[in-house]
């Protein structure tokens, strides 16, 4: 097996083979050192891709089904729906950049990992940024302005998400709000990591509208700065498992009359996430619970 650096986020392994312990190790120190790893394996079971997350955390679910789901955009789900009609429109377009679960008040997704088995002949890249990075490319001024903040990450499960920023005065009865430090300790001791993140990140608290939209702006473009940014063409057989706390996602646009399905196994508090799980099953169907990487 080889370990080679990506050119802004992560790192590759070569060779690897997720039913070798010694792999496996390898592959939970370089997931905490570094925040991401890719590798391609077309044999990858569930049961691997579980056995490798448990390595790096407890394996949780945020959907009644258990650990292992689907992320499948299936175009039988397109067909006459306009946008606006039905809360599973997030599925058309580009997601903005964003950590799952930042709008909850626990935070309770450490790590997430996808496997593609069903890829697009072109689009639906996935983004990554990394926020511990971003926070040593910001200035001495802007890091004393962040210093002891705190940001209101939000969401609604009816906002049409796309390419839209979820905003505050947008949302509806069953919203969610999370309240978090703009700049938190990297799991492991690995130093500080900017969380604004731009689907979310609605203000920073105690300063006025102008100054926060303001702040937001620079950090923003700190954080998506192209030559910080990695792109993860996917193909099939490809695995990325990245630090939820630490990484930032997106996810560019796609041709709807293709299919694309990637299967995915996250790590965190799972007693957090089961708990949310009942929360928003009292609130909405099942089948429209959880949101989509």
Request: glycine share 10%.
């Amino acid at each position: 097996m080889e370990m080679s650096r990506l050119k802004h986020v992560g790192v590759r392994l070569d060779g690897f083979d997720a039913r070798d312990p010694i792999h496996r190790q390898a592959f939970a120190e370089a997931f905490r050192r570094y925040g991401l790893v890719v590798f391609n394996d077309p044999q990858l079971s569930p049961e691997d891709q579980v056995a490798l997350m448990a390595s790096v955390g407890e394996v949780a679910s945020d959907r009644p089904g258990g650990p292992v789901a689907f992320v499948d955009h299936n175009p039988e789900n397109f067909k006459g729906a306009g946008m606006g009609s039905d809360p599973k429109n997030f599925d058309y377009g580009e997601l903005l950049f964003h950590f799952d679960f930042a709008f909850d008040v626990d935070w309770p997704c450490h790590g997430i990992s996808l496997y593609a088995i069903t890829v697009p002949s072109e689009g639906g890249d996935t983004l990554f940024v990394h926020g511990g990075d971003a926070y040593t490319r910001l200035t001495a001024e802007q890091k004393a302005k962040v210093d002891g903040r705190q940001a209101v990450h939000v969401y609604d499960p009816h906002i049409v998400k796309g390419g839209v920023r979820t905003r505050e005065a947008m949302l509806g009865s069953d919203a969610e709000r999370g309240l978090h430090d703009v700049v938190r300790a990297q799991p492991g001791g690995g130093g500080p990591v900017l969380t604004t993140a731009l689907a979310t990140a609605d203000r920073i608290v105690g300063l006025s509208s102008e100054d926060s939209e303001a702040l937001l702006d620079d950090l923003f473009a700190v954080l998506y700065d192209p030559e910080h940014m990695l792109r993860h063409q996917w193909t099939v057989g490809d695995f990325v498992a990245w630090d939820n706390h630490v990484v930032q996602h997106s996810r560019e646009n796609f041709d709807h009359a293709q299919r694309r399905t990637l299967r995915r196994v996250m790590t965190g508090d799972d007693a957090a996430l089961q708990r949310r799980i009942m929360r928003r099953q009292i609130l909405q169907p099942a089948e429209e619970a959880a949101a989509t990487t």
